[in-house]
T-cell receptor, first 115, second 112 residues
Framework: GAGVSQSPSNKVTEKGKDVELRCDPI?????LYWYRQSLGQGLEFLIYFQGNSAPDKSGLPSDRFSAERTGGSVSTLTIQRTQQEDSAVYLC?????????????FGDGTRLSIL | DQQVKQNSPSLSVQEGRISILNCDYTNSMFDYFLWYKKYPAEGPTFLISISSIKDKNEDGRFTVFLNKSAKHLSLHIVPSQPGDSAVYFC???????????FGTGTSLTVIP
């Protein structure tokens, strides 16, 4: 399809393991965003990319979280030494370019469960 | 510290009537406000936005009103349809820091 694709759709892992989440944005979209939705919480903005560059990483919850984007396309969000509080749905979105008023097209998310 | 708040976790409205979803914020420096709709097991979809220099924006059945003095915005859906049943997120954006802030969402149920 032509939408934002995220994989895996579900991930269950043991505490302490590393996980990698993948996002494939809409072709031609230069801006890419990562969000997290925890149970009972609103969407939490994590990080955005304009091209391959992430100008502001302050939204990442801890230094266990990192994200990269190569080739201006696919992005990966990596969580090292996972903790139970990392359990959430991780959503990726993309937009044509970085502009606050640009609509963001969301993927269906990765549901991460830390045992 | 929740900078964007949606104080009503749920709302039920009869089909054909008006749905009013409310959102309050604390930061007077927000530049844009956006509304997203989310169905279960799907990602949120953009609905409508408004710049901080405007007080109203309309798109079909959806209208967003912004009251800057009260730091309040609302989304009106009229007439409401059963397909509008979803969770609605209010979001705010600030150029300073380039960040989005989301409310916790309001679950709207439109009763046929």
């Amino acid at each position: 399809g032509a939408g934002v694709s995220q994989s895996p759709s579900n991930k269950v892992t043991e505490k302490g393991k590393d996980v990698e989440l993948r996002c494939d944005p809409i072709s031609g979209h230069t801006a890419l965003y990562w969000y997290r939705q925890s149970l009972g919480q609103g969407l939490e903005f994590l990080i955005y990319f304009q091209g391959n560059s992430a100008p502001d990483k302050s939204g990442l919850p801890s230094d266990r979280f990192s994200a990269e984007r190569t080739g201006g396309s696919v992005s990966t969000l990596t969580i090292q030494r996972t903790q139970q509080e990392d359990s959430a749905v991780y959503l990726c979105a993309s937009s044509l370019y970085w502009d606050s008023n640009q609509p963001q097209h969301f993927g269906d998310g990765t549901r991460l469960s830390i045992l | 510290d929740q900078q964007v708040k949606q104080n009503s976790p749920s709302l039920s409205v009869q089909e054909g009537r008006i749905s009013i979803l409310n959102c309050d914020y604390t930061n007077s420096m927000f530049d844009y406000f956006l509304w997203y709709k989310k169905y279960p097991a799907e990602g949120p979809t953009f609905l409508i936005s408004i710049s901080s220099i405007k007080d109203k924006n309309e798109d079909g059945r959806f209208t967003v009103f912004l009251n800057k003095s009260a730091k309040h915005l609302s989304l009106h859906i009229v007439p409401s349809q059963p397909g509008d049943s979803a969770v609605y997120f209010c979001a705010a954006y600030t150029n300073t820091g380039n960040q989005f802030y989301f409310g916790t969402g309001t679950s709207l149920t439109v009763i046929p």
